[in-house]
């Protein structure tokens, strides 16, 4: 079945809307004061006997990172439309992507047992890797000349997920607390995913006729039926049919005194998408007379048109059914930490990311300082694939039971108002009890009491002293005689 445009973008455009919130996990490796950060380091040190996330705010998490171009001047009043997209043509390149990841728990629960900690909880999980199809917004805003009469995309991944996440963890300690093991199961609930898995393109242009020659497979999975979105219960969403397992693996060890190294593995799993799925295909050989366009400033706003024309060009197919798997987006850390006194530690964290065939590389150094039971304070320095203006703080503040932090990974871009080609904050609100033998603070202890001598104590004590004296006498007039 032939498909309109209309019908191939909508799954997409469905799937975007609902991330317009949007991650490295650097700062939350080794700020262990925060109970939901444990999802980034499986066996980071746990200091609460037990954690309860506030229902809805117990942990909201959005990163956004465009490292082809500053956001600051696209989003000011300085340029104009037209002017906003010259510059972003005129500064992305091949390859350059957009990635957003966002996390919202909807519950989320920790509690210790002897030496080991168990946690559950329930997330929103949306991510989207947008790989920019350069050759195609040229050719959509400037036309074919700019391109000297030809174009050549391949292998350009973007990738969209939505999902439910439900989570049992257990981490638990062993030789006296210098080596921690923890590990996380998932359960997935798949909402809506799009994903490009073959994206070859070459066309040639000329004065009367563009010559496309493709192969290209794009694949969408939606709950709710694109055509008929008629709503047939919560559980639809809840436990939709969309189903994969994950899980998380970390260890830390303690190789010297106030030394400690980690490793964790996250999100390797996948999703197996089955209800309302649909593949479009576009494989051959297609030729188009095409229209007469305006373009640059006169025709930006046909922008969409001609890309509209181009996609019925090239005789997109749809199939509708089936399933299919797709793996996470994973992640891999590794991670060191000395505490130069029980308040004031220095970490170093890498973190790599995978997302398909493309990977993201980001270093960090931190300084922690747990400054009181009551409050924590955060602050790093990161490269994030290859960005490498990037300082973030954070704190943590008890109140009692009551904890709020606020977290983020750049706040320089966001005072400097420049160079902002990352986003990212993460806060909330917990109940948190302390362990007993929270690190770096003594162990409350209550002094002994000693109930004074009885009367026949002291009465016997004070015999045994007139006879000890005497004792002593006799031996002394013994040594005189001598």
Do not use: C
Not at 138 to 160: D, K, R, W
Not at 279 to 296: A, F, I, L, N, P
Not at 387 to 416: E, H, K, R
């Amino acid at each position: 079945m032939k498909v309109s445009t209309k019908h191939m973008l909508v799954g997409a455009f469905v799937t975007a809307a609902s991330l317009a919130h949007g991650q490295s996990m650097i700062s939350a490796y080794n700020f262990e004061r925060v109970g939901e950060f444990h999802m980034a380091n499986p066996s980071a040190y746990q200091p609460y006997r037990a954690v309860v996330g506030i229902p809805g705010i117990g942990m909201q998490s959005t990163y956004v990172h465009n490292s082809s171009f500053d956001l600051a001047p696209v989003i000011s009043s300085g340029l104009n439309g037209n002017e906003s997209i010259e510059y972003i043509l005129d500064n992305v390149s091949e390859g350059d992507r957009l990635l957003i990841d966002q996390t919202m728990d909807i519950a989320y629960v920790g509690f210790r047992t002897g030496k080991g900690f168990w946690s559950l909880g329930v997330q929103v999980k949306n991510q989207v890797s947008f790989e920019y199809p350069v050759e195609i917004l040229n050719l959509a805003y400037y036309g074919s000349v700019p391109l000297n009469g030809q174009i050549n995309m391949s292998n350009n991944e973007t990738t969209l997920n939505s999902y439910l996440t439900y989570h049992v963890g257990y981490q638990h300690e062993l030789m006296d607390g210098k080596m921690r093991v923890g590990g996380r199961l998932k359960y997935l609930s798949g909402l809506a995913h799009m994903s490009s898995t073959r994206t070859d393109l070459q066309g040639t242009f000329n004065s009367d006729v563009w010559t496309f020659n493709t192969d290209i497979e794009t694949r969408v999975a939606t709950v709710l039926n694109v055509d008929d979105p008629e709503f047939t219960g919560v559980n639809t969403f809840l436990f939709s049919d969309n189903k994969g397992y994950a899980f998380d693996l970390g260890v830390s060890y303690e190789v010297m005194p106030n030394l400690e190294v980690s490793i964790a593995a996250l999100d390797i799993g996948s999703v197996t998408w089955s209800t309302n799925t649909r593949t479009y295909t576009s494989k051959g050989q297609y030729t188009w007379e095409g229209v007469e366009y305006s373009y640059g400033e006169e025709g930006s706003m046909n922008g969409d048109s001609i890309l509209n024309d181009i996609v019925d060009a090239l005789n997109f197919q749809e199939t509708a059914g089936g399933s299919f798997t797709q793996a996470l987006p994973r992640s891999y850390m590794a991670g060191a930490r000395y505490q130069l006194h029980p308040k004031h530690g220095f970490g170093a964290t890498y973190q790599l990311n995978q997302w398909g065939d493309r990977t993201f590389n980001t270093f960090g150094v931190s300084y922690i300082g747990n400054w009181s039971k009551w409050f924590s304070f955060y602050a790093n320095y990161a490269v994030i694939d290859g960005d490498n203006l990037n300082v973030g703080v954070g704190f943590s503040l008890n109140l009692g039971p009551i904890q709020l932090y606020l977290l983020t990974d750049d706040v320089m871009s966001a005072q400097l108002s420049k160079d902002l080609n990352m986003a990212n904050i993460r806060f909330g609100m917990n109940v948190a009890l302390y362990r007993k033998d929270l690190k770096g603070y003594e162990v409350d202890k209550e002094p002994a009491l000693i109930a004074p001598p009885s009367e026949e104590a002291a009465q016997s004590g004070s015999e045994e002293g007139e006879s000890s004296s005497e004792t002593e006498d006799e031996n002394n007039s013994n040594n005189e005689t001598i």
